[in-house]
């Protein structure tokens, strides 16, 4: 189905029916039992789960594929957070006019970026991109730009945001006045109660998923095109590739402008959800963050980069909720004493320590997991269907095995 | 001409800074060949030496001194260091005053100790692996190092003054006729980098030891062929270089007050300067610390800055971009290191 082999259209399948039911998936817990607080169906961490699912995706293009590790991807957020707030500005506030502007202002900057960052390797080409986002930080973070203009273009600190005296030439009179698509308002969401359970349907999540499906597609045709493969050849062995005569700087070119592409559509979508732009979302530390992601999902794999985005930002979000009185009340079970030592033990860990949590986390995943979640995943699996085969094993290859030593000895 | 010399002090300072960083980074990349992310938390954790041993010093008894009254007629509560105590008022006032500059002694065996940990425990784990490996690793480390001090100290900067004596200004342009006023601690922050530095290439120039780790950097195999134990050495010297980024952490703590991302501020930047260097160079590392340092100070001046708005925040950048695409080996890299 639409040129993909049976175990890749599986695959879509699921991950599409899981964002189309990721509603219900995220709600296990009923609204105001105890357990209420590890839901994570409600519309703003849903759009993260796809907006940074894109990001990590493209990130992962670029990074998985050809094991180039850029420092600086988060710049290319900003990028498209910028792009799209400006059509905001500019024409209205629909986000049809921003995300195809967003997609290609950032591929623009990519190619630039790219083409000076690709022409060192390892971890030269880190540092270099490092050192192209930071300097991005500053410009936008100072407004340079703008003092060079005489206007603002970034808006400095502040963040670009609209403002009532902005041109807004295509605003009608009845549309609404936050971010939407032909009227369809990305923050309304619909709400629906099943008995104590309660589900939020929101536009804007499903209009990031569904943009996320798209370009989740495009990374499979992307991995199994031969283009895929060139990337693969770069990064197992770069130079018997340029012995064999193919030059790789433009293959590698090509996927970094993509996964810039992808970085700016990522942050195109942010500022869809709310309309803001800031300096501090290209932070070298943003760009750390989608490393984060992509390994701890697994590199080099299709689904792994959606599943460590979602992670961390389920983490981020409803890890950091816990404090001990929740603590306490888990564990009241136990006799006072150890009570207040377990709590004891864990309280650097979570609330505002997830941080420790998610650092130890990544070690250990980098240090024995090296293929991420999915890696891990893969390994449980073998481990239950090893058991089942070493069960079966011996019941169906006895008779031949005795068969033929029947055979020997006669 | 004032303002000129005035922006070569300002630089020093913060090259000195970079120097030492990129010293010892280059020192671990040199012998063991690891990108060391976490360096720019140990640098955070030598300031948060300086610190803890400023708390410990001042931490006190509460007595009641019968013989002052306050004004409610009730006696008075004193203060009483326990250092003031037990050695007595005049050293232990004196302890307290230099609280930063003895926590070098302090920070010393704990840096090191620290090293040895990180290399035997982990960094060893990932010689075989890919750059890109050690760079995550080390990443990880950094962050749960920064957040175990965040833990501890919490996430607002700790002020931590230099000793009374060394706090003014000094007048240095006195006897050249040159309005120039500069804080002494930073000028001690200069000459103390200046030691390291000097301490260090003496070490690895004129003693033994010295001389089969730079054996081991240029030929890692036959050193250990000729029965060297080399990987104990290098063991060491990431010892070594883990105490230089303490050192310079713990001096820098009075510059600015420190906080626990502030080994994180520093770390890109020096890796900018390493690169610009030359990987697995030290005197390129220790040269581009002070060009950069020196060339960031220039560009914050306001007669530039009205050129030019906010080229102090990138120069650096710009210059290492310049610098990697025209000379790729950066300014003193030797041959072979870290190419494909």
């Known amino acids: 189905m639409l040129g993909l082999n049976k175990k890749d259209t599986t695959l879509l399948i699921v991950v599409g029916c899981i964002t189309i039911f990721a509603p219900f998936i995220l709600n296990p817990f009923p609204a105001d039992s105890a357990m209420a607080q590890f839901n994570a169906g409600y519309p703003d961490l849903m759009q993260r789960f796809a907006i940074f699912g894109i990001f990590a995706i493209g990130f992962n293009l670029l990074f998985g594929l050809t094991g180039y590790l850029s420092f600086g991807h988060a710049a290319f957020l900003g990028i498209g957070s910028y792009s799209v707030v400006w059509m905001y500005k500019l024409l209205d506030y629909n986000v049809l006019w921003g995300l195809p502007l967003a997609v290609v202002v950032s591929g623009l900057f990519a190619l630039g970026i790219g083409y000076i960052s690709l022409r060192r390797s390892g971890i030269y080409f880190s540092i270099l991109t490092l050192a192209f986002a930071q300097m991005m930080f500053a410009i936008s973070y100072s407004d340079l730009l703008g003092r060079f203009v005489g206007s603002t273009i970034t808006n400095g600190e502040t963040g670009l945001q609209v403002y009532t005296s902005d041109p807004q030439i295509l605003l009608g009179a009845n549309e609404p006045n936050t971010p939407h698509l032909f009227g369809l308002v990305m923050n309304n969401s619909y709400k629906m109660d099943v008995g104590p359970w309660m589900f939020t349907f929101n536009n804007g999540y499903y209009f990031s998923a569904l943009i996320m499906l798209v370009v989740f597609y495009l990374a499979i045709r992307i991995f199994r095109s031969p283009f895929g493969l060139m990337l693969r050849a770069i990064k197992s062995n770069n130079t018997r590739m340029s012995y064999t005569g193919l030059n790789p700087r433009p293959y590698t070119l090509a996927v970094f402008v993509i996964s810039g592409m992808y970085a700016g559509l990522a942050g195109g979508l942010m500022a869809s959800m709310d309309p803001l732009a800031g300096a501090e979302r290209m932070q070298w530390t943003a760009s750390g963050e989608v490393v984060l992601m992509t390994i701890l999902g697994g590199t080099g794999t299709l689904i792994g980069p959606v599943l460590g985005a979602g992670f961390i930002k389920y983490f981020e979000n409803i890890f950091s909720k816990i404090n001990d009185n929740v603590l306490h009340g888990w564990f009241s079970f136990l006799p006072d004493g150890l009570e207040n030592f377990v709590v004891f033990i864990i309280h650097p860990f979570i609330g505002k320590g997830w941080h420790l949590t998610l650092g130890i986390l990544f070690m250990l995943v980098v240090i024995f997991l090296p293929g991420g979640l999915v890696e891990g995943g893969q390994r449980i699996g073998k481990m239950i269907r090893g058991k089942k085969n070493q069960n079966k094993k011996p019941s169906s290859t006895e008779p031949a095995e005795q068969g033929e030593l029947t055979d020997g000895n006669s | 001409m004032d303002a000129f010399i005035l922006q070569i002090l300002n630089g020093l300072d913060k090259g000195s800074a970079y120097a030492l960083i990129a010293l010892g980074l280059t020192l671990i990349f040199g012998t063991l060949g690891v990108v060391n992310f976490a360096h720019g938390a140990l640098f955070m954790i030598g300031a948060f030496c300086a610190v803890t041993l400023a708390k410990i010093f001042s931490l006190s008894a509460i007595t009641e001194d019968p013989t002052q009254k306050d004004f409610l007629g009730n006696p008075l509560k004193v203060k009483t260091p326990y250092v003031e ?201 220790v040269l581009a610390g002070f060009l950069l340092g020196i060339l960031e100070s220039f560009a914050s001046m306001n007669e530039i800055k009205a050129l030019f708005p906010g080229i102090d925040q990138i120069i650096i950048y710009i210059v290492a971009i310049i610098i990697l695409l025209t000379r790729p080996r950066g300014l003193m890299g030797r041959k072979g290191v870290m190419e494909e």
């Open chain 2, 85 to 285: 105590s037990w050695f007595g008022a005049d050293v232990g006032s004196f302890m307290i005053d230099w609280a930063v500059p003895l926590a070098i002694i302090f920070s010393i065996p704990i840096m090191i100790m620290i090293g040895f940990i990180m290399e035997r425990g982990l960094i060893k784990h990932f010689y075989k692996r890919p750059h890109a490996d050690q760079i995550l690793v080390t990443f990880g480390l950094a962050i749960v190092l920064q957040e175990v001090i965040k833990y501890f100290y919490g996430a607002n900067p700790i002020p931590t003054p230099a000793p009374d004596a060394l706090n003014g200004v000094a007048d240095l342009g006195g006897t050249f006729g040159l309005a120039l006023v500069y804080p002494v601690w930073r000028i001690v922050y200069f000459c103390f980098s200046l030691l390291v530095i000097g301490g260090i290439f003496s070490f690895l120039q004129f003693t033994t030891f010295g001389m089969v780790v730079r054996a081991g950097m240029a030929d890692r195999e036959t050193v250990g062929l000729l029965g060297i134990n080399i990987d104990r050495r290098f063991t060491i010297m990431f010892g070594v270089a883990a105490a230089v980024a303490g050192l310079a952490g713990v001096m820098y703590a009075p510059i600015n007050s420190p906080n626990y991302h502030m080994g994180m501020d520093f770390l890109v930047l020096s890796f900018v300067v390493v690169v610009v260097g030359g990987m697995g160079s030290l005197p390129g590392a």
